[in-house]
Structure formats: C-alpha cells, structure tokens
C-alpha cells in the first residue's frame, strides 16, 4: 500500500518554496514523477487506484499530460481499459493525436496529484465535450482537494494536508525565500532535490 514513506525514499517530497500548477505557493511538492520513474511502483500504485475507481464501472482511463499519463496508463492496465490524455490546445485541455471518446462511453480521470481541481475540471470538460460520461476521478494524492470542487466522486491513494496559499498570502514570498516552479503549467525551473 503506498504511503508517504515511499515519497522520501524516491526523494519525491520536496520542501522548499514553491508555485503549483494550481498558482498556489507552497513549502512542500510531491514530484510523483520521481514516484513512477520506478516501473514496479508505477504499477503497484495503478493496481491500488483501480481497485477504488473499478466500482465505477469506467470503460476508458483519461489522464491530463503531461503529470498525469505514467499513472493513468496504469490504471487503464489493471483495468483493462483503453487510455487516452488530453493536451493544452489554445490554453486549454483537449484530445488531440486522433484520440476519440464514444458517446455516452464512461470514463474516470485520472491525475497524479488534486490540489484545487482545476486540471481535473478542464479534463471533465474535454471528455464531456466529445460525448464522454465521467463517472469518477482518482489520484495518487490529494493535498486538500476543498469539498464540492468535482463534479464527480473522487478516490486517492493518500490524502495529505498540505498548506498552500495564494501568492499574495504566502509567508514565503513576504521572507525573500526563492520561487520555485516546478509543474507543468507554467514551466521548469530545474527543481533540486532537498530534505
């Protein structure tokens, strides 16, 4: 089962200063790339996804990329389902690459971490615009995912709260302690590994 003990021993959970893809600061990251770049851990922590979103009865995987496709193909496998993500296309998420979503076809989004949902949401919106049912979502973690902020049920193997703030609020920005931008969303800045 994983825990947070197998974040510190693939040096995943980071402390520091940092932005979220969300645009929120925080002093703590989960780089679950470092997580999954272990296949064995990627398949186990699959495995442990699937088995919470199979209830769901979901007949396609669908993942955000690029933070969310090493997991969301793990799910898929255990599963058994077909998988596909979503790319930014003029600011938002959407499928490109011939991906195709069935109409009515039920899918569960699958993402590496939930902080405010905002990725998930956009995802929701891309399977639903292509004729898609999503009937749930999962993620490795959830770090404070605020009640209601779905529009479907959510599973995640750990739930952790982890403070984080808008940038005007942050007591880090107000110490002079250097940003760093370690998602996706607005680019990389080469993040160290720290203790």
Same mark, same amino acid.
């Given at each position: 089962?994983?825990?947070?003990?197998?974040?510190?021993?693939?040096?995943?959970?980071?402390?520091?200063?940092?932005?979220?893809?969300?645009?929120?600061?925080?002093?703590?990251?989960?780089?679950?790339?470092?997580?999954?770049?272990?296949? =064995? @851990?990627?398949? &186990? +922590?699959?495995?442990?996804?699937?088995?919470?979103?199979?209830?769901? $009865?979901?007949?396609? #995987? /669908?993942?955000?990329?690029?933070?969310?496709?090493?997991?969301?193909?793990?799910?898929?496998?255990?599963?058994?389902?077909?998988?596909?993500?979503? =790319? @930014?296309?003029? &600011? +938002?998420?959407?499928?490109?690459?011939?991906?195709?979503?069935?109409? $009515?076809?039920?899918? #569960? /989004?699958?993402?590496?971490?939930?902080?405010?949902?905002?990725?998930?949401?956009?995802?929701?919106?891309?399977?639903?615009?292509?004729?898609?049912?999503?009937?749930?979502? &999962?993620?490795?973690?959830?770090?404070?995912?605020?009640?209601?902020?779905?529009?479907?049920?959510?599973?995640?193997?750990?739930?952790?709260?982890?403070?984080?703030?808008?940038?005007?609020?942050?007591?880090?920005?107000?110490?002079?302690?250097?940003?760093?931008?370690?998602?996706?969303?607005?680019?990389?800045?080469?993040?160290?590994?720290?203790?």
């Amino acid at each position: 089962m994983l825990s947070l003990q197998d974040f510190v021993g693939t040096e995943a959970l980071l402390k520091g200063h940092f932005r979220l893809s969300s645009g929120l600061h925080s002093d703590t990251y989960l780089q679950c790339a470092r997580l999954l770049m272990w296949p =064995e @851990r990627a398949e &186990g +922590a699959g495995r442990e996804l699937a088995a919470k979103l199979s209830g769901f $009865g979901p007949g396609l #995987v /669908v993942s955000p990329a690029l933070g969310g496709i090493v997991i969301g193909h793990e799910v898929a496998r255990a599963l058994g389902t077909r998988f596909l993500f979503t =790319e @930014r296309q003029d &600011g +938002a998420f959407a499928l490109r690459r011939g991906f195709q979503v069935e109409e $009515g076809e039920r899918a #569960v /989004v699958v993402e590496d971490v939930f902080t405010t949902g905002r990725s998930t949401r956009e995802v929701i919106d891309a399977i639903r615009s292509a004729g898609g049912r999503v009937v749930a979502a &999962g993620s490795i973690v959830d770090r404070g995912l605020p009640s209601g902020a779905l529009p479907v049920p959510s599973r995640s193997l750990l739930e952790l709260r982890i403070p984080a703030w808008p940038e005007s609020e942050c007591p880090l920005c107000g110490e002079g302690v250097p940003l760093e931008t370690p998602g996706s969303r607005h680019g990389s800045s080469g993040v160290r590994r720290q203790a």
